[in-house]
């Protein structure tokens, strides 16, 4: 489907791009720490079996950043990449917008530790927090930018380094996450209608289901804190995964349903990357044949708010993805969160 061919869409919620000046994804780019984590590492800390991670989850081994180094240096080179890719300079860079859970810091900003990292000097600067959806979040905040011709050029940042949040001790949650970046440079390019619909969703009486319960207002740091390991993930697994199917399927349908679009029209469909079971639940029930799916996760595990940037990157760089193709996204995360964006590439 060639860009020019596109009509305005009737449901006036997808028509992001003709209520405002369009916004489209200029480039990608992504990074991942060097070491990795196999299924067998794991066996050595946990009673768990490369077995029993690869089927329950489709993971094989993950990535783990090295001690000194953060999720603001994690993002920064993914950023590099992102404006390489896009031929943006640092002081082309109006506003920096990172999604992440695991900041360097509860403050400054990871966003304003990039700024400097990548000397983007006149840019604002600010994060966002909602978990494994935040790369799509920050994607619509950074169009509405765009959109009202407030900025011109929006880093836009997923990156976490959920590892450092990990308890090692529970077989449970330890073997699910990795850390990564994944970055996107938003402009108004000439030709290209870039994101079509963003649809967001949140409900926050399930809080308690996937958390960090320590080092925040709440329950700040202290001796008890840690001896109660209240600083780590907290999750049902079960109860995860059920909504995380429903909300995703929900989220899907309501993109595609907006675009007018049948998911045989969509070139890549590009999940958050948990698990390959939600993966292939919610693929299966959206309509979108195997092939049109694509997964990661097994390199990768759940990078957070870096998982769909990651799979993104890596779908354009192997030619998965072609300039003029259709891609949905579905994410799900803590809070719960979730979201589906379609985008034209
Ligand atoms: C966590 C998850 C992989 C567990 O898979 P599951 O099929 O639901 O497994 P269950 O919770 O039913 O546990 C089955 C058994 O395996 C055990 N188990 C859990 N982790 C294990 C591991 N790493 N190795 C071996 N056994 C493990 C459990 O203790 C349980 O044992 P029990 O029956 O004796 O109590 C799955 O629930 C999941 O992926 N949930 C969603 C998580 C997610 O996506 N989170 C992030 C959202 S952004």
Same mark, same amino acid.
């Given at each position: 489907?060639?860009?020019?061919?596109?009509?305005?869409?009737?449901?006036?919620?997808?028509?992001?791009?003709?209520?405002?000046?369009?916004?489209?994804?200029?480039?990608?780019?992504?990074?991942?720490?060097?070491?990795?984590?196999?299924?067998?590492?794991?066996?050595?800390?946990?009673?768990?079996?490369?077995?029993?991670?690869?089927?329950?989850?489709?993971?094989?081994?993950?990535?783990?950043?090295?001690?000194?180094?953060?999720?603001?240096?994690?993002? &920064? *080179?993914? @950023?590099?990449?992102?404006?390489?890719? #896009?031929?943006? =300079?640092?002081?082309?860079?109006? $506003?920096? %917008?990172?999604?992440?859970?695991?900041?360097?810091?509860?403050?400054?900003?990871?966003?304003?530790?990039?700024?400097?990292?990548?000397? &983007? *000097?006149? @840019?604002?600067?600010?994060?966002?927090? #909602?978990?494994? =959806?935040?790369?799509?979040?920050? $994607?619509? %905040?950074?169009?509405?930018?765009?959109?009202?011709?407030?900025?011109?050029?929006?880093?836009?940042?997923?990156?976490?380094?959920?590892?450092?949040?990990?308890?090692?001790?529970?077989?449970?949650?330890?073997?699910?996450?990795?850390?990564?970046?994944?970055?996107? %440079?938003?402009?108004?390019?000439?030709?290209?209608?870039?994101?079509?619909?963003?649809?967001?969703?949140?409900?926050?009486?399930?809080?308690?289901?996937?958390?960090?319960?320590?080092?925040?207002?709440?329950?700040?740091?202290?001796?008890?804190?840690?001896?109660?390991?209240?600083?780590?993930?907290?999750?049902?697994?079960?109860?995860?995964?059920?909504?995380?199917?429903?909300?995703?399927?929900?989220?899907?349908?309501?993109?595609?349903?907006?675009?007018?679009?049948?998911?045989?029209?969509?070139?890549?469909?590009?999940?958050?990357?948990?698990?390959?079971?939600?993966?292939?639940?919610?693929?299966?029930?959206?309509?979108?044949?195997?092939?049109?799916?694509?997964?990661?996760?097994?390199?990768?595990?759940?990078?957070?708010?870096?998982?769909?940037?990651?799979?993104?990157?890596?779908?354009?760089?192997?030619?998965?993805?072609?300039?003029?193709?259709?891609?949905?996204?579905?994410?799900?995360?803590?809070?719960?969160?979730?979201?589906?964006?379609?985008?034209?590439?």
């Amino acid at each position: 489907m060639t860009t020019s061919a596109r009509k305005p869409f009737r449901n006036p919620r997808a028509r992001h791009n003709y209520l405002g000046r369009p916004c489209s994804i200029a480039a990608v780019g992504a990074y991942v720490p060097e070491r990795v984590v196999t299924n067998a590492d794991l066996e050595q800390l946990v009673e768990t079996s490369d077995e029993w991670i690869f089927t329950r989850t489709g993971i094989k081994e993950r990535r783990q950043a090295a001690a000194g180094e953060a999720t603001s240096d994690l993002a &920064a *080179k993914a @950023a590099q990449r992102a404006m390489a890719n #896009a031929q943006v =300079s640092a002081d082309q860079i109006d $506003l920096i %917008i990172t999604a992440t859970v695991t900041p360097d810091m509860p403050f400054p900003s990871t966003s304003c530790l990039v700024q400097q990292k990548i000397g &983007a *000097k006149r @840019a604002a600067a600010f994060d966002i927090e #909602a978990a494994c =959806s935040g790369f799509i979040y920050a $994607l619509e %905040i950074g169009q509405q930018f765009i959109m009202s011709r407030t900025y011109d050029t929006v880093l836009v940042i997923g990156a976490d380094k959920l590892t450092s949040v990990v308890d090692w001790a529970d077989r449970n949650t330890c073997v699910l996450f990795g850390d990564g970046a994944g970055a996107a %440079i938003l402009q108004n390019r000439p030709g290209s209608h870039g994101l079509l619909t963003v649809c967001l969703g949140a409900d926050g009486s399930k809080g308690d289901v996937l958390c960090v319960p320590g080092g925040g207002s709440r329950l700040p740091a202290s001796t008890q804190s840690l001896a109660q390991r209240q600083h780590y993930i907290r999750m049902d697994g079960r109860e995860t995964f059920k909504y995380a199917v429903q909300a995703m399927l929900a989220a899907g349908k309501e993109a595609l349903t907006r675009c007018e679009l049948d998911i045989s029209q969509i070139a890549c469909v590009i999940p958050h990357q948990a698990n390959r079971r939600i993966i292939e639940a919610v693929s299966e029930r959206l309509g979108a044949r195997p092939e049109q799916v694509f997964i990661n996760l097994d390199r990768y595990g759940n990078t957070s708010a870096a998982s769909v940037a990651l799979a993104l990157d890596e779908a354009v760089a192997c030619g998965r993805v072609q300039r003029g193709d259709l891609i949905l996204l579905v994410v799900f995360g803590a809070g719960f969160t979730w979201g589906a964006a379609v985008i034209e590439w």
